[in-house]
């Protein structure tokens, strides 16, 4: 029963959508377990680009079932918009299976996300401003509204109704709004129940009936470590479990049937919203990162803050996901560079640190200490094997992969579907 958890190490953005892809022909079952329309995955299919947010990207692989999982939050229109585009492309989607638990972003979730966070002024998180966040909260305060609710119109009625009695609350005597009217909201969910229904499915007897028969099943997080609300660095997280332990969470699959955890690394280090990030860079170095690796969000649009590998973050992703391998991406990005600096310590008051500092205080006050390595100015995007990349190259691979703790078994060497290195098989 191979199953395998595949997700970022660092701050989101990491390439995902490549290293799903790539492991899509090999396996049965690819699942979103967390997360919303918030992620986003660009993958290369020949000369075909693709944008997915919310769908698994193992919907472009043929053969493939692709999952999204209890633990997700899904915007029907969102979804609907992803669906028809990839429709109009030629694309099957008839596959797609979605759990029945899984809770809907509803119209009054969208507007309070918005307006919580211009409430915030300088204070702000840096939400997409999508709805997820409060979607999970309602989730948690048990008002949320479930795929499932969509097919009895009183149960929807009445939690629609409980939900809104405290949001319009907020919305008129708060921040000045009008108060939104539950019928219209009951009326608009309404029209999605038939269109979905065809995808809706008890994804949790599905996917534990799959390992059982020996299929592989692949979970894919969205956003990175670093964002989980748990281990990220709070309050400039995402509002779910992106790490390993929200497969099981999120998918209704137990911790024994996982048998690999991937983490996806690239070659230096990006993060968007706000939030502390030791390494980023403001100078030329970090526009170039910028502007070579295409760093604007996939589902934002907004340029990635960009800054040098960050070994430390790399040995915490380690640690808290049980990483069995990386997937180093976009090291195509740093060639040219003559020297390239690698952050492998903190400074915090005076004092070397190694590890990720558990304070918050800590963690905005870390400066980072830098090891420098050597660069190369040869063209790596034709490199088939690791003996093809130039030794400077292989030296900076083989130094990242002992400052973070575990193998580096797969190189992304440029963004094209075929443009990846495989030193050790993930199945």
């Known amino acids: 029963m191979p199953a395998l958890v595949l997700l970022g190490a660092q701050w989101g953005d990491e390439g995902k959508g490549k290293a799903t892809d790539l492991l899509g022909g090999s396996v049965d079952y690819v699942v979103r377990y967390q997360g919303g329309n918030n992620a986003g995955h660009t993958v290369v299919v020949g000369d075909q680009k693709y944008a997915l947010h919310l769908l698994p990207s193992g919907i472009l692989s043929p053969g493939c079932t692709p999952v999204i999982g209890n633990g997700v939050v899904v915007d029907p229109s969102v979804l609907f918009s992803e669906l028809n585009g990839l429709n109009e492309r030629g694309v099957d989607t008839s596959k797609l299976l979605i759990s029945g638990n899984a809770h809907i972003i509803t119209p009054y979730n969208v507007t309070v996300d918005k307006v919580t966070e211009r409430f915030l002024g300088k204070r702000k998180i840096g939400t997409t401003g999508r709805g997820i966040g409060p979607t999970y909260a309602d989730k948690i305060n048990r008002v949320g509204i479930r795929v499932q609710d969509l097919y009895d119109e009183s149960i929807l009625m009445q939690k629609v109704e409980a939900a809104l009695d405290g949001k319009n ?5 708060v921040f000045n709004r009008r108060a939104i009217e539950s019928g219209q909201v009951v009326e608009e969910l309404l029209t999605y129940a038939e269109k979905l229904r065809p995808y809706v499915a008890d994804t ?11 299929k592989v099943v692949l979970f894919e997080g ?10 990220g660095t709070y309050p400039f997280v995402t509002s779910s479990n992106p790490t390993a332990g929200g497969a099981c969470t999120g998918a209704g699959v137990g911790p024994t049937k996982i048998s690999r955890v991937i983490g996806i690394l690239k070659a230096y280090t990006t993060r968007v919203g706000a939030g502390p990030f030791p390494t980023e860079l403001f100078d030329e170095d970090g526009e170039a990162l910028r502007r070579i690796g295409h760093e604007r969000g996939v589902t934002t649009g907004r340029d990635r803050r960009c800054g040098w590998f960050d070994a430390v973050i790399a040995r915490y992703a380690t640690r808290v996901n049980g990483l069995t391998d990386f997937f180093l991406t976009k090291l195509d990005v740093l060639t040219g560079w003559e020297e390239i600096p690698v952050c492998v310590a903190y400074e915090i008051d005076g004092k070397r640190v190694e ?9 905005h006050h870390a400066k980072p200490v830098y090891e420098t390595l050597p660069g190369w100015s040869e063209d790596i995007t034709k490199a088939k094997t690791f003996a093809d990349l130039p030794k400077n190259a292989q030296d900076y691979v083989k130094a990242l992969e002992e400052m973070s703790g575990a193998p580096i078994s797969a190189i992304g060497v440029g963004p094209g579907r075929d443009e990846t290195i495989q030193i050790n098989s993930f199945i």
Do not use: R
Not at 169 to 173: D, G
Not at 204 to 214: I, P, Q, S, T
């Open 169 to 173: 609350q907020l919305l008129t005597k």
């Open 204 to 214: 949790v007897l599905v996917l534990n009936k799959a390992l059982d028969d020996d």
């Open 355 to 363: 590890e990720l500092p558990y304070s918050q205080t800590d963690f």
């Open 222 to 231: 969205g956003q990175g470590t670093l964002l989980d609300i748990d281990h």
